[in-house]
Nanobody
C-alpha cells in the first residue's frame, strides 16, 4: 500500500507555470506506475499524464501534450508534473495516482487528496 500527498497547486496567470509534486510513502514506490489526473467543477476526472515505474515511458493527454512534463525521482519517492503555458481551461483539482499493476488510470487503486490549480485569464 502507498499513501500519496500532492503539493504545489495555486493561482497563476495564463501563460504561467507551476510544478506539482506528489510524495509517496512506502519502500515500494519504484514498483508503481504513477499518473496525474484532474477534475474541473461539474466534469468527470480526466487523465493528464502517466509514467511507468522505471520512468522510461510517459503518456500525455492531447490537451496538455507539449506543455506538461511528468517525471519521477524514485530515490525521493516523488513524482512531478511541470506545467507550462497554462491556460484557464487547465483549472482543476489535480490528483496523483499510483498503480502496482501497470500504467496509472482512473481505475488505479491509490489516490492523493488533490491540489487546486487555478489559472486566471
Amino acid at each position: 500500500q502507498v499513501q500519496l500527498v500532492e503539493y504545489g497547486g495555486g493561482l497563476v496567470q495564463a501563460g504561467g507555470s507551476l510544478r506539482l509534486s506528489c510524495a509517496a510513502s512506502g519502500r515500494t514506490f519504484r514498483n508503481y506506475g504513477m499518473g496525474w489526473f484532474r477534475q474541473a467543477p461539474g466534469k468527470d476526472r480526466e487523465f493528464v499524464a502517466a509514467i511507468t515505474s522505471s520512468g522510461g515511458s510517459t503518456r500525455y493527454a492531447d490537451s496538455v501534450k507539449g506543455r506538461f512534463t511528468i517525471s519521477r525521482d524514485n530515490a525521493a519517492n516523488t513524482v512531478y508534473l511541470q506545467m507550462n503555458s497554462l491556460k484557464p481551461e487547465d483549472t482543476a483539482v489535480y490528483y496523483c495516482a499510483a498503480d502496482p499493476w501497470g500504467i496509472a488510470t482512473t481505475s488505479s487503486p491509490y489516490w492523493g487528496r488533490g491540489t487546486q490549480v487555478t489559472v486566471s485569464s
